[in-house]
């Protein structure tokens, strides 16, 4: 079920000759910000800080859907937001991140302990950073069936916190509870795993998008950043 702490947009975008259907997650300040992004001062810079999500493929990706703007990245393998509270290498290394038109937080596939004053607290960090950038954080993958060799999704062992339904379960918590703890923030929500979940079995970033199951390929990502860009131009800037 979705968490109604944070407001549910349905939104049908035309994505080729296909229709995606998002399900995006706003803050209740979303209007407000909206009429923050004039049309005349449109973006010129994007910077995206994540986990092994962005550091495979979804940095590049990134770099090729938003190729009219300046875009930079940073991911670590097996990271949270709260690592890059308490890790003294990544406090540096976010402290060492330039700011950005729009600043993208891909964070979520690690984990989401039910702490929501990490969340905020990061939330506020970024803010605090970045005080006139278009604030974004997407949430974790739906898991898949992999069509490789995997180490993070089991598909026979029902007892396995891995096995699909049960690790699916999980990663809706994970969304369901950033959803909530961002809606009073300065952050817009964009949840991953229901985006996914409603593209069509023939877009790359679908419940049939395979992999090891958990990261996203080099198509998956492509499609995902793209699907990103339609969010960000059409909805929070043009507000179509």
């Known amino acids: 079920m979705l968490n109604r702490n944070a ?16 399900l ?15 049309q005349e001062d449109l973006p010129q810079s994007l910077l995206l800080i994540g986990d092994s999500q962005t550091k495979r493929f979804l940095g590049d990706a990134y770099v090729n859907a938003f190729s009219e703007l300046d875009v930079s990245f940073f991911g670590k393998s097996g ?12 406090i540096d290394k976010l402290s060492k991140l330039g700011c950005a038109d729009i600043v993208v937080v891909q964070l979520g596939d690690n984990g989401v302990p039910n702490r929501s004053k990490m969340v905020r607290d990061f939330a506020e960090t970024i803010r605090d950073k970045c005080p006139n950038a278009l604030l974004i954080w997407g949430g974790p993958m739906k898991a898949v069936r992999p069509t490789i060799e995997s180490n993070y999704v089991n598909v026979t062992n029902t007892s396995s916190p891995r096995y699909l ?5 999980m ?15 300065a952050f817009y929500y964009v949840s991953n795993f229901y985006l996914q979940e409603e593209q069509p079995q023939t877009s790359d970033f679908s419940d049939s998008r395979g992999g ?7 198509s998956s990502a492509n499609a995902q950043a ?3 860009k339609d969010y960000i131009y059409n909805t929070l800037i043009y507000g179509v």
Do not use: Q
């Open 7 to 22: 407001v549910l947009v349905s939104l049908a975008l035309a994505v080729g000759t296909a229709t995606a259907l998002w």
């Open 171 to 185: 990663r809706n918590t994970w969304d369901s509870r950033l959803a909530a703890w961002l809606a009073d923030t």
């Open 212 to 218: 090891d199951g958990v990261h996203l390929t080099e």
């Open 24 to 38: 995006v997650f706003k803050p209740s300040r979303a209007s407000a910000k909206r009429r923050s992004i004039a």
């Open 79 to 90: 990271v949270t937001h709260e690592d890059y509270l308490e890790d003294s290498d990544l």
């Open 165 to 169: 339904p049960t690790y699916n379960a």
């Open 226 to 228: 793209h699907l990103m």
